[in-house]
């Protein structure tokens, strides 16, 4: 009993400076009542406000959480590979820049050719099922040298097939669409 009251004795002076700060404190709550309602005020308007935005917008949030899963999965399953990347892009930029005159531009020969036929919903929706690294194992490409053989290839599924392009015909849109709109049937896929 007499140790604990000397650790009261010891602890008086802290607990009599506390309450003297708490009626500081409520001193202070009192004469600014008024801004401290109308602070309140505008935190209850505030989360009313953002009530309403979740609400209405709730399920587009649930659908971009749910679009975003395989991308964010293939970017987890495939992370060691960004590492490579950065490391294989440090060693590519020098070269990059020797191809140019300034340093920061690249000289190409290239031509024109007509464009390609607009993406048609969701007929060409892109797949992301690329799975593995070089030979389809995980791991990085060594580096491509004039001695690496095999060339080496990445399996994947991304979707990229021809096969429903396999016609002829100009590119879409026509430049009449620009002036008058769409006059022929409809964008697809199909021939």
């Excluded at 649930?62 to 490391?87: F, H, K, T, Y």
């Excluded at 001695?147 to 015909?169: C, F, K, Q, R």
Aim: hydrophobic residues 35%.
């Amino acid at each position: 009993l007499a140790d604990l009251g000397e650790v009261y004795a010891n602890a008086g002076p802290d607990l009599f400076d506390g309450l003297t700060n708490a009626v500081t404190t409520a001193r202070t709550l009192n004469e600014q009542r008024g801004n401290l309602d109308q602070a309140l005020v505008a935190a209850v308007g505030f989360g009313n406000t953002g009530g309403d935005i979740f609400e209405r917008g709730g399920p587009y949030l649930v659908r971009g959480a749910q679009d975003l899963l395989p991308v964010s999965e293939m970017l987890d399953r495939n992370s060691p590979a960004l590492a490579c990347s950065v490391r294989n892009y440090a060693e590519a930029a020098p070269k990059f820049a020797a191809q140019t005159r300034n340093g920061y531009s690249l000289e190409l020969h290239d031509f024109l050719i007509g464009v390609g036929n607009p993406y048609v919903y969701p007929d060409n929706l892109p797949r992301v099922n690329a799975k593995g690294g070089p030979e389809g194992r995980p791991g990085c490409w060594q580096p491509v040298t004039k001695d690496l053989w095999p060339a080496p290839y990445l399996v994947m599924d991304t979707g990229a097939s021809i096969a429903p392009y396999n016609h002829l015909e100009p590119g879409q849109p026509l430049v009449s669409e620009y002036v008058w709109g769409r006059q022929i049937g409809e964008n697809t896929i199909n021939p």
